[in-house]
């Protein structure tokens, strides 16, 4: 079993849509948790980043982690085109050799 | 602008070959990391740097080297021990290594065989 389970998708949405994308997890000593978006052929984008349980709120995204039930999950309001990406969960531990363990990715398609 | 840089976009690499992938950045970050990306498997860690002239194995670090002689650069040598070297290299960097400093990620070299 991994320690980070993500779906790959594809994911296809209306523009306007609010979009769910989570991960699960095994490792209850991750610590922090983060959201990337990585556009084709190019590397991944820092989205969100949080640290223990909790929402965090920019803009149109919102994050969410749920240590209780080893799951996070990113918000997407009023999807656009332009968001049309893979979407990689990320998370680490409190070491300090800041090892990321990352999901497989989702891929989300916004129809204009 | 301040950021990482992976060079070149484009790599090929025949049987028995070298070759060896370059990542600089001047955002003065401590901590570099190299990652590896297929399809359908997510990043996985080949090797990271703490500080200079000194690295540490990461998950798959078999068939890969590297060096880390100066702060803003760690270059990937991919050996011709790798036996599946096709993918996609990630180069990341953080101000420190630790797990309250979120890595930033350069854009990648694609890695064929010929």
């Known amino acids: 079993q991994k320690e980070v389970e993500q779906d790959p998708g594809p994911l296809s949405v209306p523009e306007g849509a609010i979009v769910s994308l989570n991960c699960t997890y095994s490792?209850?000593?991750?610590?922090?948790f983060m959201w990337y978006r990585q556009y084709s052929r190019k590397g991944p984008e820092l989205l969100m980043y949080t640290y223990s349980s909790g929402n965090k709120e920019d803009g149109r995204f919102t994050a969410q982690v749920d240590k209780s039930s080893k799951y996070i999950s990113l918000f997407i309001r009023d999807s656009q085109p332009s968001d049309s990406a893979t979407y990689l969960c990320a998370m680490s531990t409190s070491g300090n050799t800041g090892k990321l363990i990352f999901g497989q990715g989702t891929t989300l398609q916004v129809k204009p | 602008d301040g950021g990482i840089t992976q060079s070149p976009k484009y790599l090929f690499r025949k049987e028995g070959q070298n070759v060896t992938l370059s990542c600089e950045q001047n955002?003065?970050?401590?901590?570099m990391y190299w990652y590896r990306q297929d399809p359908g498997q997510g990043l996985r860690l080949i090797y990271y740097?703490?500080?200079?002239?000194?690295?540490q194995k990461g998950d798959i670090a078999e068939g890969y080297s590297v060096s880390r002689e100066k702060k803003e650069s760690f270059p990937l040598t991919v050996t011709s021990a790798q036996k599946n070297p096709t993918a996609f290299y990630l180069c990341a960097s953080t101000r420190q290594a630790g797990s309250d400093q979120p890595q930033h990620f350069g854009d990648g070299t694609r890695l064929s065989i010929l």
């Open positions: 955002l003065n970050h401590d901590a």
């Open positions: 490792n209850s000593a991750f610590q922090y």
């Open positions: 740097s703490q500080i200079v002239n000194d690295f």
